[in-house]
């Protein structure tokens, strides 16, 4: 492990206090899923491939819409960000790229970043572009709009931080930008809905034609907030409707929280990797809009049955010998959790639902489907939701370095200690600019 930030003899320790109880764990595990003909240590190295990218503004903040309730030690920027970013990646060993939000994570010093960010081992993930809240100093107010305003002046500042974006995130080896606005009206009336799209398209095209050959853009869509009555980019309709009209490079970001309750996300998930216009997603969970929870702790069901469709479509295109490799982020943001073991619960989550989705027996499942056997099928399903992979995840982290339980061996390193006191609460400061 590079520059290790938590002491490796201490997750040493922690792992040999485990061990004895963990390999017992993984044995049983492991004998019931002999007798179901599956070879644990196949699964074992399936979960030692994923990775998940960690959201910058995750690492901070104590921030909600409404108020904002400081934790201790909170990165007061993305040098420090990425310092607790390589601490979640050391334990968990599944979140090897952090995701930036500019201007929020801004630095005069990218090349100082990148090279700490190599210290670490760790690579960056898509960056993503705010025009949904002005910044100090900004010429052109996005009140009424950015990509899509009436106002060409607004419109062009915005087009030109998205190449901005790309530009540094070039330097920082990134391969996308995610956009997502909250353009739209808040009553009706207010902006011509197909007019507001026509203007998104435009300020798009601009975007799109600044990608390098090796880049994506990603089209975040958003039911809803800021804009109540006619959010732009409402749906994945509209997405993929402009990822389309966009050309190749364009492809849709489908983040969990972004939808009506009871929306079949998992189905959504099929139509655009149907149509090859999956481009990656922001991993969270919710009870009734964009809520920003941790993955997994309000509905791992749907996470199981999005990862299902995923692994459907990952065969397919295994036996099409075509690429399929949507981008795996997490997008979460609140304050009553230290976000460093809120982030690392959640990618051990997703982590969870990509293994128990590598267990559905996938023959299996079509016989059922083909002979109209729904009670089977069903239960083809639920029985690798139900399996308990724990040990299975766990073994992973241990053997590529982490730890076996991180938010144990993260509370025992006295982490959050140290930080707090290397970094002394500013008065009023924000680390991810949401206030
Ligand atoms: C919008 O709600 C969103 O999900 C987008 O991904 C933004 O970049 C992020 O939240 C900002 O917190
Ligand atoms: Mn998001
Ligand atoms: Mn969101």
């Given at each position: 492990?590079?520059?290790?930030?938590?002491?490796?003899?201490?997750?040493?320790?922690?792992?040999?206090?485990?061990?004895?109880?963990?390999?017992?764990?993984?044995?049983?595990?492991?004998?019931?899923?002999?007798?179901?003909?599956?070879?644990?240590?196949?699964?074992?190295?399936?979960?030692?491939?994923?990775?998940?990218?960690?959201?910058?503004?995750?690492?901070?903040?104590?921030?909600?819409?409404?108020?904002?309730?400081?934790?201790?030690?909170?990165?007061?920027?993305?040098?420090?960000?990425?310092?607790?970013?390589?601490?979640?990646?050391?334990?968990?060993?599944a979140t090897p790229a952090?995701?930036?939000?500019?201007?929020?994570?801004?630095?005069?010093?990218?090349?100082?970043?990148?090279?700490?960010?190599?210290?670490?081992?760790?690579?960056?993930?898509?960056?993503?572009?705010?025009?949904?809240?002005?910044?100090?100093?900004?010429?052109?107010?996005?009140?009424?709009?950015?990509?899509?305003?009436?106002?060409?002046?607004?419109?062009?500042?915005?087009?030109?931080?998205?190449?901005?974006?790309?530009?540094?995130?070039?330097?920082?080896?990134?391969?996308?930008?995610?956009?997502?606005?909250?353009?739209?009206?808040?009553?009706?009336?207010?902006?011509?809905?197909?007019?507001?799209?026509?203007?998104?398209?435009?300020?798009?095209?601009?975007?799109?034609?600044?990608?390098p050959a090796d880049w994506n853009v990603?089209?975040?869509?958003?039911?809803?907030?800021?804009?109540?009555?006619?959010?732009?980019?409402?749906?994945?309709?509209?997405?993929?409707?402009?990822?389309?009209?966009?050309?190749?490079?364009?492809?849709?970001?489908?983040?969990?929280?972004?939808?009506?309750?009871?929306?079949?996300?998992?189905?959504?998930?099929?139509?655009?990797?149907?149509?090859?216009?999956?481009?990656?997603?922001?991993?969270?969970?919710?009870?009734?809009?964009?809520?920003?929870?941790?993955?997994?702790?309000?509905?791992?069901?749907?996470?199981?049955?999005?990862?299902?469709?995923?692994?459907?479509?990952?065969?397919?295109?295994?036996?099409?010998?075509?690429?399929?490799?949507?981008?795996?982020?997490?997008?979460?943001?609140?304050?009553?959790?230290?976000?460093?073991?809120?982030?690392?619960?959640?990618?051990?989550?997703?982590?969870?639902?990509?293994?128990?989705?590598?267990?559905?027996?996938?023959?299996?499942?079509?016989?059922?489907?083909?002979?109209?056997?729904?009670?089977?099928?069903?239960?083809?399903?639920?029985?690798?939701?139900?399996?308990?992979?724990?040990?299975?995840?766990?073994?992973?982290?241990?053997?590529?370095?982490?730890?076996?339980?991180?938010?144990?061996?993260?509370?025992?390193?006295?982490?959050?200690?140290?930080?707090?006191?290397?970094?002394?609460?500013?008065?009023?400061?924000?680390?991810?600019?949401?206030?």
């Amino acid at each position: 492990i590079k520059n290790a930030v938590i002491d490796v003899g201490l997750v040493g320790d922690h792992n040999a206090q485990q061990q004895a109880t963990l390999q017992a764990d993984y044995d049983a595990l492991g004998g019931i899923l002999a007798r179901r003909g599956v070879d644990i240590e196949r699964l074992t190295a399936i979960a030692g491939t994923f990775a998940v990218a960690v959201p910058s503004w995750g690492a901070g903040t104590g921030g909600t819409r409404f108020a904002r309730f400081p934790g201790r030690g909170e990165p007061r920027n993305v040098f420090e960000k990425l310092e607790d970013c390589a601490v979640i990646n050391q334990l968990t060993r599944a979140t090897p790229a952090v995701s930036l939000h500019f201007p929020w994570d801004r630095t005069d010093d990218p090349a100082a970043l990148k090279e700490l960010a190599d210290g670490y081992g760790l690579g960056f993930d898509a960056v993503n572009s705010n025009t949904f809240q002005d910044q100090q100093g900004q010429e052109h107010t996005y009140k009424y709009g950015s990509l899509t305003a009436q106002s060409g002046a607004a419109r062009a500042q915005a087009v030109q931080h998205n190449i901005d974006c790309i530009e540094l995130g070039r330097k920082l080896g990134s391969k996308a930008l995610t956009v997502w606005v909250g353009d739209g009206a808040n009553f009706p009336g207010q902006s011509n809905l197909r007019g507001a799209l026509e203007r998104y398209l435009d300020s798009m095209r601009d975007i799109y034609g600044a990608l390098p050959a090796d880049w994506n853009v990603f089209i975040e869509h958003k039911l809803f907030e800021p804009a109540f009555y006619a959010t732009v980019i409402a749906d994945w309709g509209t997405s993929f409707a402009a990822a389309t009209e966009l050309g190749p490079k364009a492809k849709c970001l489908v983040d969990l929280g972004h939808h009506a309750p009871n929306t079949n996300i998992e189905m959504i998930v099929a139509r655009l990797a149907q149509f090859g216009k999956l481009g990656g997603f922001h991993f969270n969970d919710s009870k009734y809009g964009d809520d920003d929870l941790d993955s997994g702790s309000i509905n791992p069901f749907q996470l199981f049955l999005v990862f299902n469709e995923l692994a459907d479509a990952a065969e397919r295109a295994k036996s099409a010998a075509t690429d399929f490799a949507p981008a795996y982020m997490l997008d979460q943001s609140h304050n009553v959790t230290d976000p460093i073991e809120s982030l690392m619960s959640s990618a051990v989550e997703v982590q969870r639902a990509f293994v128990q989705a590598a267990l559905v027996d996938r023959n299996a499942l079509r016989a059922f489907q083909e002979s109209n056997d729904v009670l089977n099928a069903a239960q083809t399903l639920k029985k690798a939701y139900r399996t308990d992979v724990s040990a299975i995840l766990a073994m992973a982290r241990v053997r590529a370095g982490g730890a076996a339980d991180p938010v144990a061996a993260y509370r025992s390193s006295g982490y959050r200690d140290g930080a707090a006191e290397r970094r002394p609460a500013k008065a009023g400061a924000s680390s991810s600019g949401i206030v």
